[in-house]
């Protein structure tokens, strides 16, 4: 790979695959807070978006 070491490689490789699945679960974390969070304004009857 562009004349590199197979060490460097093999550092290289992982981190995209790394952020993708940070990004994902991130995106599940937050994604299901905001429900909770919306469904507790709505039931305190605060429908404030």
């Known amino acids: 790979m562009f004349g ?3 060490e460097t490689a093999l ?3 992982p981190w995209p695959l790394i952020w993708i ?3 994902i679960f991130m995106f599940i ?3 299901r807070e905001e429900k ?3 469904q507790r304004n709505v039931e305190k ?3 404030a978006k």
Request: aromatic residues 6%; hydrophobic residues 50%.
């Open 4 to 6: 590199l070491p197979v």
């Open 11 to 13: 550092l290289m490789l």
């Open 45 to 47: 009857g605060d429908d």
């Open 29 to 31: 974390k937050f994604g």
């Open 36 to 38: 909770h969070e919306a």
């Open 21 to 23: 699945a940070l990004g």
